[in-house]
T-cell receptor, first 113, second 114 residues
Framework: AQSVTQPDIHITVSEGASLELRCNYSYGATPYLFWYVQSPGQGLQLLLKYFSGDTLVQGIKGFEAEFKRSQSSFNLRKPSVHWSDAAEYFC???????????FGTGTRLKVLA | DAGVTQSPTHLIKTRGQHVTLRCSPI?????VSWYQQVLGQGPQFIFQYYEKEERGRGNFPDRFSARQFPNYSSELNVNALLLGDSALYLC?????????????FGSGTRLTVV
């Protein structure tokens, strides 16, 4: 069965430090991969997506992610975190044929001033 | 352009009652999906509609139902509410019913069942 794992429930970084959020997926075919961000009480905002082609994708707010097929991973990175990046981050797989997202359980990011 | 709009934003219901949640997709989007997000969890897929037909259904009881109207707006109905139905209900729309385009989410309806 398809699944998405985000191994880190909480991550705390200092403002200006680099960030990497981990995401592993289990899916038989080439997946469509997404990262979403959710501020408290809000819906989900798309940060970036991977469909095919270049395995390093750029998103909004200075985020990027790299698709590594051999590791079944799609980790999210940012070179310098801002206090406004504090939120919950969700990795998701969009499954072809069923048209539904499978989300990970999320990683809550805290940013220290 | 307006994004995906959901109404109401918050509501409180009593166990056993019925609730209707509404969603208006982005103009031109023909696909609407519904997700349930329980506190501390990732969203779980409930339904997907494309061109007014149900394309997919998640692992939810028959108390949950939905429909899509000719203008592509959608309603999610939940009967015989349980405490466990308390969650943020998210609607998402896409221009296509197929994978590969991604979905735009609304801000959700926060349902509290007491």
């Amino acid at each position: 069965a398809q699944s998405v794992t985000q191994p880190d429930i909480h991550i705390t970084v200092s403002e200006g430090a680099s960030l990497e959020l981990r995401c592993n997926y289990s899916y038989g075919a080439t997946p469509y991969l997404f990262w979403y961000v959710q501020s408290p009480g809000q819906g989900l905002q798309l940060l970036l997506k991977y469909f095919s082609g270049d395995t390093l994708v750029q998103g909004i707010k200075g985020f990027e992610a790299e698709f590594k097929r051999s590791q079944s991973s799609f980790n999210l990175r940012k070179p310098s975190v801002h206090w406004s990046d504090a939120a919950e981050y969700f990795c998701a797989v969009l499954t072809s044929g069923t048209y539904k997202y499978i989300f990970g359980t999320g990683t809550r990011l805290k940013v220290l001033a | 352009d307006a994004g995906v709009t959901q109404s109401p934003t918050h509501l409180i219901k009593t166990r056993g009652q019925h609730v209707t949640l509404r969603c208006s997709p982005i103009s031109g989007h023909k696909s609407v999906s519904w997700y349930q997000q329980v506190l501390g969890q990732g969203p779980q897929f409930i339904f997907q509609y494309y061109e007014k037909e149900e394309r997919g259904r998640g692992n939810f009881p028959d108390r949950f139902s939905a429909r899509q109207f000719p203008n592509y707006s959608s309603e999610l109905n939940v009967n015989a509410l349980l405490l466990g139905d308390s969650a943020l209900y998210l609607c998402a729309s896409s221009s296509s019913g197929g994978a590969g385009y991604g979905y735009t989410f609304g801000s959700g309806t926060r349902l509290t069942v007491v």
